[in-house]
């Protein structure tokens, strides 16, 4: 075999044709591993320059929401309970292969005594849905979606053509083992789409600051069982004895329903296992909960000094922002689990697509690329768990002493809890991803293998 590779890619070579495909995608590859390789590192340095924190930095959206300035003099424990540092989560090495992702959810949350569902969001950017979807893809999306077009586009006409024009034929007559000419083909062309993969995959990864090898090495490991398995596919279109444009068209067929239509109805049926909360309810139910808790304040705050009986009541009279505390600590405890529900929802949804991604390859690839990106929902969930923590052992410290409007001591502030989020990528559902990917690729090939002497035919 190994004395067909010199003539096959003299023969590939001679296909002018081959050469145009083959820049396009690279050219293609290049511009979007550039742009998400940017883009990431832009982030990353955002992301690294240190954050001044002021009280009162952050607008106030509600209208009831506590004016720290003007308290900050009064309650000294208020104030420093109300300017929590931003929570970051820690993206991963493989960010640049699906950076886009970061406009979809909240890496940086700003946890303290106020309720971050209400008063305490960020000001995030504004963008109209649509236009995202038809702007520029992520590389991973990109490299899902154009893959497998290259692949069907180089092998096109590969043995139908011959057959055609009667050449195969007597290729038959004068080779004992013509398939050896057919897997030749494949292979270089296979080295030909993986050196390309390569090479855009290894310039995103050295243009994001903070990408790792370790990502880089899972990613191309992925990419080459994503290939191979394409190339199987390709190459049992290459039995059926058909024009090479009816063969052509069923390849298209099956990279449409591969690409687009599995992946729809497993979003379906993802949606129909773990429905997602509506978000035009919830954000009525936060309505209806911020409007109970107003009507409830005095009766709250009575009933937290009932319930804490070590907290004298103070006999001088209290800002309304500390009257109000002990109801914005009930309304908090009612918008947490309607919050949690949508992150439990989405992770649901997410392991459950995960689970059947054997189904779709390109599906597969943009998992796999979450993954390593860190911003998959099992860890965004996972995140979102530790902020709730670290958000409640922050309440705690403060809470009595600002119910008990006494002067925060210095002392107490070295003792102050810090937000540790370590949890780096599941490897063993990278690992199992990349799995999958090469056990079908091979039992692809296996069966094609098999059925070798039918191009005799």
Request: charged content about 15%.
């Amino acid at each position: 075999m190994m004395t067909l590779f010199p003539i096959e890619w003299l023969r590939f070579r001679r296909n002018p044709l081959n050469f145009w495909i083959l820049s396009s995608f690279f050219v293609l590859l290049m511009v979007s591993a550039t742009w998400s390789g940017l883009v990431a590192r832009e982030y990353r340095h955002t992301e690294s320059a240190p954050a001044i924190v002021h009280v009162g930095a952050h607008k106030v959206e509600m209208h009831d929401a506590p004016k720290v300035l003007a308290l900050a003099e009064k309650a000294s424990a208020y104030a420093l309970a109300s300017k929590a540092q931003t929570l970051h989560m820690p993206v991963l090495g493989g960010l640049a292969l699906n950076v886009s992702q970061l406009d979809f959810i909240s890496t940086p949350i700003n946890a303290s005594i106020r309720n971050r569902h209400t008063d305490g969001r960020t000001s995030d950017p504004l963008f109209n849905p649509l236009m995202h979807e038809l702007g520029f893809l992520d590389f991973a999306t990109l490299l899902a979606l154009f893959t497998p077009l290259l692949i069907i586009a180089l092998c096109y006409g590969l043995v139908q053509e011959d057959r055609e024009s009667g050449v195969w034929r007597l290729v038959c007559t004068q080779s004992t083992q013509p398939w050896m000419l057919v897997f030749t083909a494949l292979a270089v062309r296979f080295c030909l789409v993986l050196l390309l993969m390569f090479v855009s995959s290894s310039i995103t990864f050295a243009l994001d600051s903070g990408a790792s090898l370790a990502a880089l090495l899972q990613w191309l490991v992925f990419i080459s069982c994503y290939a191979l398995l394409w190339f199987a596919i390709v190459g049992l279109s290459l039995l059926l004895r058909i024009s090479s444009g009816a063969a052509a068209l069923a390849m298209l067929g099956v990279w449409l329903i591969l690409t687009f239509a599995i992946p729809a109805g497993l979003s379906f049926a993802a949606n129909q296992r773990s429905v997602m909360p509506s978000r035009l309810t919830a954000i009525i139910d936060i309505r209806h909960f911020q409007e109970q808790s107003n009507q409830q304040r005095q009766s709250l705050l009575s009933k937290w000094y009932t319930d804490h009986p070590e907290i004298k009541v103070p006999t001088t009279e209290l800002a309304r922002e500390i009257t109000s505390l002990p109801a914005g600590l009930e309304l908090d405890s009612k918008i947490r689990p309607l919050m949690i529900s949508f992150d439990v929802a989405r992770k649901s949804q997410f392991e459950f697509m995960e689970h059947w991604s054997a189904l779709s390859p390109a599906l597969a690839m943009i998992l796999m690329a979450d993954r390593l990106a860190g911003l998959d929902a099992p860890r965004y969930a996972d995140f979102i768990e530790h902020v709730n923590q670290f958000e409640d052992q922050w309440r705690a410290s403060f809470v009595p002493n600002i119910m008990a409007n006494s002067p925060w001591p210095a002392s107490d502030s070295e003792q102050l809890p810090r937000f540790v989020f370590n949890t780096q990528q599941d490897n063993l559902a990278c690992l199992r991803l990349s799995g999958i990917q090469a056990f079908i690729a091979l039992v692809l090939w296996g069966v094609l293998f098999t059925l070798r002497r039918q191009f005799t035919k």
